[in-house]
């Protein structure tokens, strides 16, 4: 994110979000349409990256309590860029 753009709670945002263990890519229309890809090495845990663009703060967070219902470890979460306004 440019120092110029300031996330708030209805900003549109890019995110890359990092779980430990496995997700199906079917829970991709539940968790926002985030690209799901697992990105683990063969003899390492499974770590699987969602990635895409969330609506706001709001659809943030029902990703990240679906996540932690299903049991999920969250390692991380990054928000990559903002919509432009125009």
């Known amino acids: 994110m440019s120092p110029q753009q300031q996330l708030t709670f ?4 890019t995110y890359e979000i990092y779980i430990q ?3 199906d890519e079917r829970w991709s229309d539940r968790l926002g349409g985030l690209v799901i890809q ?5 003899d390492q845990p499974r770590v699987t990256r969602l ?3 969330l609506q706001d703060q709001a659809a943030l967070v029902g990703v990240l309590n679906t996540l932690y219902d299903l049991g999920l470890l969250l390692l991380s979460v990054e928000c990559l860029e903002l919509q432009q306004m125009t």
Do not use: I
């Open 21 to 23: 263990g496995y997700l």
């Open 10 to 13: 209805d900003s549109t945002a």
């Open 38 to 42: 697992v990105t683990s090495q063969p």
């Open 51 to 53: 990635s895409g663009e």
